[in-house]
C-alpha cells in the first residue's frame, strides 16, 4: 500500500475531465494543455506501476482501503500492467494529435471534446486496472457513453445516426455483461475477480455459472465487435472525427480483447473455458468467419478510413484467434497482437487523420502525388502498411508468427491457413494504397504527363506536410512498429509469459 | 568447426542500409554526392566481406547474434563457406552494377532516380542478410525484405506494363513467402530449431508425409524467386525493369536468392540422407530437368533481347538446382560455382543488352544486325560470356559444367547428364544468333560504321565482369579462392551426412 500510482492511473484523467470542462468556460486554450498533462502523468504512473510490478510482483491497491472482497480492489499483474502502458502511452499520441484537426473540425466544442476525452481515458484504464467484476462494467460504461457522445461530435452526415446504432449494440452488451456478473454474484456473494475465481471452481456444474459466463462473454463479444457482432463499428468507427477514431479504434477493441483474456483465465479457469466448454472452437470459427468478412468487405472500400475499420473487424479476428486455439503460444501471440495492433492502427488512424487535415482527401484513388506532398506521413504509413501484411522485420509479422505457431500447435490447420491468406489480402489492399500514393502519377494520365513529369523532375508538387503536433505521434508509432518486431521475443520473455497464469 | 564471434557480418548488412538512408537524405539536390554514396557503399560493403574470406578458409565460423525472437529462435547472422560465395558474389557484383547504374540512368535521363538508388541500396543489404543468415528466421525476414525493396524497381517505368510486371511480381513473391512461413512454422513447432545444419537437422522428425508435405512447401516458397517452372512466370514480366535492375536483381540477388534458398533447403534442413530416404530428390530433379529443356526452348522463340536473357536464366538456376539436387560431392561443388560464375557471366550479358539499348535504342535480336562493329568491345565481351555459358572455355562456365557431369557420372545418372549436354547445346543456338547477327550479319538499318560504344560507366562493367568471368575459369582460386570455397561447403555437407 505504500504506493499512489496505481490510483493515479485512474484518478487524474477522471479529475481532469471535470477541471477541464470548469477551466474550459474561462479559457478554451488551456483544456487541450490539461487533457495532454493529465494523460501524461497517467502513462508516467502506469510506467511506474509495472516497474513495481516486475520488480515485487503482483499489487493489489485497495481502493478507500476497503478491504476486499468488500471494497474495490485494483490488482495490477504483469498482464493489465502491460495493457496500461499500450492504453495510456497511446491515449497520450491521440490526444497530442488531435490539437488541430480539433482547432479545424470543432474549435467551440473544444472543452467538451476533452472532458469526454478524457472520461474515455479514465473508462479504459479502468476496465483494466480495476480486479472487481462490478467496476469493470461501471468504467466499461463509462468508456461506452463517452465514445457515443464523441462520435457523435463528428461533422459527418450520417455520424449521430452512427452513433445510435453504437448506443442500442453498445447497450445490450452492456447490460449482457451485467446480467452474467449478476448470475456469478448471485452463486457466489462475490464481485471480486481473485475471490470468483476461488469460489467458482466448485460450481463449474451449476447451469447458472453457465449462463453467467454465456452473457459475460456475449457481452464482451459485442463490445469487442466479434463477427457477427460487429455491425455497429464499421460506421461508428468510419463516421467519427479523426481526432477520435485513432483513440477508439486501437483501443476500445483491444480493451475488451483484455476483458475477455480475463474471464476466461482468470475468472474461470482454461479447463472451464476450453475443456468443460466449446468455447475454443466456437470463437475459433467466428474468428475465421471475421478475418474473412473483414477483409472481403475492406477489399471493396474505397474511402481509407471505410477500409480500415473493417481491417479492424478482421485484426479482433487475429486477436480472438490466438485466444480460442486453448494454448499457451496462441495466447501468447493474442496479446503480443494486443499490442502491435493497438500500435498498427493507431499509426494508421492517425496517418488518415494527418492527410485529411491537410489535403481533405479520404479516397484511397485521389492519393496520387501524395508520396511527394507528405513524404514522412507517407513514409510511416507504407512501413505501418508491411507490418499489417506481416512483413518482417516489422512487428505485425511477429504477432502473426505466434498465432500461426499456436494454430499449427492446437492441430487446427484451418486457423492457420486462415492467418496466412488475410495477410495476402492485407497485402492486396496495402499495396494498393502505396500504389496510387507512390507510382500512380503516370500511368494514370497517360503519356503526355509522363514526358511533362519528366521533364521538370516534378518541381511543381511541393512538400506540404502534416503539423508537428501530427506528425511526431505518427513518426513515434512507425518507429515503434519497427523496433517492437524484433524486440518481440524480448517482450515475450520480460512480460507476457508471467501474463499468461501459470500451468496454462 | 570454431566459432568465432564478430560484428562483420552486421556491418555488411548495414553498410548498405546506411548508405541508402544517406541516399534518401542526400536527393535529387546533389546527385554526384547521392551516388558517391553508392560506390562508398559498395566498396565498403565488398572490403567487408573479402576480410572474412581468410577466416572462412581455415574453417572457422563467423557469428553474430542480434537478439532472440523466441527460445531457440536467434535472430542470426553466421558467415560460413556457402554464404561467403553467395556474398562474395553479390559485392562484387554490386560494386560493378553501381558504376554501370549510373551510366544508364544518367544516359537515359531516368525520372525518379533517388528511389533507384535507394531501394537498390535496401536490396543489397537484404541479399547480404540472406547469404549470412544463420537460420531459417533470418533467412526469411531477409527474404521477405528483398521482396519488398525490389518491388518499387520493378515498378520503376511506372507505365502499365510495369504496373501489371511489379503487381504480378508481388503476388507470386508475396503467396510464396506466406508459403514458405508455413513450412517454418511447421518446422519449428515440429523440432523447436531452425538453425541450418550441414547435412540437414530435420531427420528423425515428423512422418515420411509430413516431411514430403514441408519439403513440397519450401521448395514453392523458394522456388517462386528461383523461377523453377510453372512457378517462373513473374520473371520474364518483370523485366520490363529498368536493365541494371534486371542485371542485378534478376540475374543475381532476387533469383539467386531464392536457388540460395533452395540449396540451403536440400543441404542445411533436409540433408543428403533424408532427401534420399524421402525419395523427394528424384522428383525435384525432375522438375528441374523439364524446366532446363523448356525453358531453353522457350529462349530460342524470344526475339525480345532481355527475355531471351531471362530464359536463359531460367535455365541456369534450374542448372544450380540440378547440381545440388544430385547429391554428390562434385555435382554439389558443381552448382555452388555455378551460382557464382553464373552471375558473373549472365550480368556481363544483361550490360551489354542495355548498353545496346542506351546507345541504340533497340531492344530486340533481329534489330542487331551489324552492331558488332559499331561495339566490338561490349559484343566482345558478349560473345565470351555467352559461350561461357554454354560451358565453352575461357569462361568459368566450363569449370562448373565441368564439375556437374563429373558429379552426374559419379551418381550414374546418365539421364540428366544427358539433359545438361543437351542444355549446352541449346545454348548455343538461342545466343548464338546474336553473335552472328552482330559480326557477321549486314545491317539493315543505319549502323556507324566507326567504334561508337556506350558510355565508359557502362563499358568497363562490362568488361569487367568479362575479366572475372574468365579469370574464374583461367584461375579458379585466384584471390578470394572461390573454388576452395565450394569445395569446402561442399564437403562440410556430405561430411556431416
Keep these: 500500500m505504500s504506493t499512489q500510482y496505481p490510483a493515479l492511473i485512474v484518478i487524474v484523467p477522471l479529475m481532469s475531465a471535470l477541471i477541464c470542462f470548469v477551466v474550459g468556460w474561462w479559457n478554451r486554450n488551456f483544456c487541450y494543455k490539461i487533457a495532454v498533462a493529465a494523460i501524461a502523468v497517467s502513462f508516467y504512473s502506469s510506467v511506474v506501476t509495472m516497474k513495481d510490478v516486475m520488480a515485487n510482483g503482483v499489487i493489489h491497491y485497495w481502493v478507500g482501503s476497503w478491504e476486499p472482497p468488500w471494497g474495490i480492489e485494483y490488482v495490477v499483474d504483469y498482464l493489465n500492467g502491460y495493457m496500461l502502458i499500450i492504453v495510456t502511452f497511446i491515449s497520450l499520441l491521440a490526444v497530442i494529435s488531435s490539437k488541430k484537426s480539433v482547432e479545424k473540425d470543432f474549435p467551440e466544442k473544444a472543452p467538451a471534446f476533452y472532458s469526454i476525452f478524457l472520461l474515455l481515458v479514465t473508462g479504459l484504464v479502468g476496465i483494466t486496472i480495476t480486479g472487481d467484476v462490478f467496476n469493470v462494467y461501471v468504467f466499461l460504461e463509462i468508456a461506452s457513453i463517452a465514445a457515443y457522445a464523441l462520435i457523435a461530435i463528428g461533422k459527418r452526415d450520417h455520424a449521430p445516426m452512427a452513433s445510435f446504432n453504437y448506443v442500442i449494440y453498445g447497450t445490450v452488451g452492456a447490460c449482457f455483461y451485467l446480467i452474467g456478473v449478476g448470475y456469478l454474484y448471485l452463486v457466489t456473494g462475490s464481485l471480486n475477480m481473485a475471490d470468483l475465481a476461488k469460489l467458482l471452481p466448485d460450481l463449474y456444474n451449476s447451469k447458472v455459472v453457465l449462463v453467467g459466463f454465456a452473457f459475460l462473454l456475449v457481452g464482451v463479444c459485442i463490445k469487442m465487435a466479434l463477427f457477427p457482432l460487429h455491425m455497429w463499428l464499421p460506421d461508428a468507427y468510419s463516421l467519427a472525427p479523426d481526432s477520435v477514431s485513432s483513440l477508439i479504434a486501437p483501443l476500445m477493441t483491444k480493451v475488451a480483447a483484455y476483458v475477455m483474456i480475463r474471464i476466461m483465465f482468470t475468472i474461470f479457469q482454461p479447463v472451464f473455458s476450453f475443456e468443460m466448454l466449446p468455447v475454443g472452437s466456437i470463437c475459433g470459427w467466428l474468428a475465421v468467419i471475421a478475418i474473412f468478412v473483414g477483409g472481403i468487405r475492406a477489399l471493396s472500400q474505397k474511402d481509407l478510413k471505410n477500409m480500415l475499420v473493417y481491417i479492424l473487424v478482421a485484426e479482433v479476428g487475429y486477436i480472438v484467434l490466438g485466444i480460442s486455439v486453448g494454448n499457451r503460444i496462441g495466447l501468447t501471440g493474442s496479446i503480443l497482437h494486443i499490442m502491435n495492433d493497438a500500435a498498427m492502427m493507431a499509426c494508421l488512424f492517425l496517418i488518415v487523420g494527418a492527410i485529411a487535415y491537410k489535403t481533405g482527401i479520404t479516397d484511397i484513388t485521389q492519393f496520387r502525388h501524395l508520396n511527394q506532398k507528405m513524404p514522412f506521413t507517407m513514409g510511416a504509413f507504407t512501413i505501418t502498411a508491411l507490418s499489417m501484411v506481416g512483413l518482417p522485420p516489422a512487428c505485425g509479422f511477429f504477432s502473426k508468427w505466434y498465432l500461426v505457431l499456436g494454430a499449427i500447435e492446437a492441430n487446427q490447420w484451418v486457423f492457420a491457413v486462415t492467418l496466412l491468406i488475410s495477410s495476402l489480402v492485407n497485402a492486396i489492399l496495402f499495396f494498393r494504397v502505396i500504389e496510387y500514393a507512390y507510382f500512380y502519377p503516370h500511368a494514370a494520365h497517360g503519356a503526355e504527363e509522363h514526358v511533362h513529369a519528366t521533364s521538370h523532375g516534378h518541381a511543381e508538387i511541393v512538400m506540404d506536410e502534416a503539423p508537428l503536433s501530427m506528425l511526431i505521434p505518427i513518426l513515434i508509432m512507425a518507429t515503434l512498429i519497427l523496433v517492437l518486431g524484433p524486440f518481440s521475443g524480448k517482450i515475450i520473455s520480460s512480460i507476457i509469459q508471467f501474463a499468461i497464469p501459470a500451468g496454462f | ?497
Design chain 2, 1 to 497: 568447426m570454431e566459432v568465432v564471434s564478430s560484428i562483420t557480418p552486421l556491418l555488411t548488412v548495414l553498410v548498405s542500409a546506411v548508405g541508402a538512408c544517406l541516399i534518401l537524405a542526400t536527393g535529387e539536390r546533389n546527385r554526384n554526392l547521392r551516388e558517391s554514396w553508392t560506390i562508398i557503399a559498395a566498396v565498403i560493403k565488398f572490403a567487408l566481406v573479402v576480410s572474412m574470406v581468410p577466416l572462412v578458409l581455415e574453417g572457422k565460423v563467423i557469428e553474430f547474434t542480434f537478439i532472440n525472437l523466441a527460445p531457440g529462435l536467434p535472430l542470426q547472422l553466421k558467415v560460413e563457406p556457402f554464404g561467403m560465395l553467395f556474398a562474395l558474389l553479390a559485392s562484387t557484383l554490386w560494386i560493378a552494377t553501381s558504376f554501370y547504374s549510373i551510366g544508364y540512368m544518367r544516359g537515359l535521363n531516368e525520372h525518379a532516380q533517388t528511389r533507384y538508388f535507394f531501394c537498390f541500396a535496401v536490396c543489397l543489404s537484404a541479399t547480404m542478410g540472406i547469404a549470412f543468415a544463420g537460420n531459417l528466421i533470418t533467412f526469411f525476414i531477409f527474404y521477405e525484405i528483398l521482396t519488398v525493396a525490389t518491388y518499387p524497381l520493378v515498378m520503376h517505368m511506372e507505365t502499365e506494363e510495369a504496373y501489371l510486371g511489379s503487381r504480378k511480381y508481388l503476388v507470386y513473391t508475396l503467396v510464396a513467402g506466406v508459403v514458405l512461413l508455413f513450412a517454418l512454422a511447421i518446422i519449428y513447432s515440429m523440432t523447436g530449431t531452425l538453425d541450418f545444419t550441414p547435412g540437414g537437422f530435420l531427420a528423425g522428425h515428423g512422418t515420411t508425409g509430413l516431411l514430403i508435405f514441408l519439403f513440397v512447401l519450401l521448395i514453392m516458397g523458394c522456388g517462386v524467386k528461383a523461377g523453377i517452372m510453372p512457378l517462373h512466370e513473374w520473371l520474364p514480366t518483370a523485366m520490363v525493369a529498368p536493365t541494371p535492375v534486371s542485371a542485378l536483381l534478376h540475374a543475381v540477388a532476387v533469383v539467386k536468392a531464392g536457388v540460395f534458398g533452395i540449396l540451403r533447403i536440400i543441404l542445411y534442413v533436409f540433408g543428403p540422407s533424408l532427401l534420399h530416404d524421402l525419395g523427394v530428390w528424384l522428383i525435384l530433379a525432375y522438375v528441374v530437368s523439364f524446366t532446363i529443356i523448356v525453358s531453353a526452348m522457350i529462349a530460342l522463340a524470344q526475339d525480345n533481347f532481355k527475355r531471351r536473357l531471362a530464359f536463359s536464366t531460367v535455365n541456369n538456376l534450374a542448372i544450380i538446382i540440378l547440381g545440388a539436387i544430385i547429391l554428390t560431392n562434385n555435382s554439389i561443388t558443381g552448382g555452388m560455382l555455378h551460382l557464382v560464375n553464373h552471375g558473373f557471366m549472365k550480368i556481363a550479358l544483361f550490360f551489354v543488352a542495355g548498353a545496346v539499348f542506351v546507345k541504340t535504342h533497340k531492344k530486340n535480336v533481329s534489330d542487331l544486325d551489324g552492331l558488332g562493329r559499331q561495339m566490338p568491345l561490349t559484343f566482345g565481351a558478349f560473345t565470351i560470356c555467352a559461350l561461357g555459358l554454354a560451358g565453352v572455355p575461357p569462361a568459368c562456365g566450363f569449370i562448373s559444367k565441368w564439375f556437374l557431369c563429373l558429379g552426374f557420372l559419379e551418381a550414374k545418372e546418365i539421364f540428366f547428364l544427358i539433359v545438361l549436354l543437351t542444355s549446352a547445346m541449346l545454348d548455343i543456338a538461342f545466343f548464338g544468333p546474336i553473335i552472328y547477327r552482330a559480326f557477321f550479319a549486314k545491317a539493315k538499318s543505319y549502323v556507324s560504321p566507326h567504334f561508337d560504344e556506350a558510355p565508359m560507366f557502362m563499358v568497363i562493367p562490362i568488361l569487367f565482369t568479362a575479366a572475372v568471368s574468365v579469370m574464374l575459369c583461367v584461375s579458379p582460386n585466384a584471390f578470394v579462392h572461390v573454388f576452395d570455397i565450394a569445395r569446402m561447403a561442399a564437403r562440410s555437407i556430405l561430411g556431416a551426412g
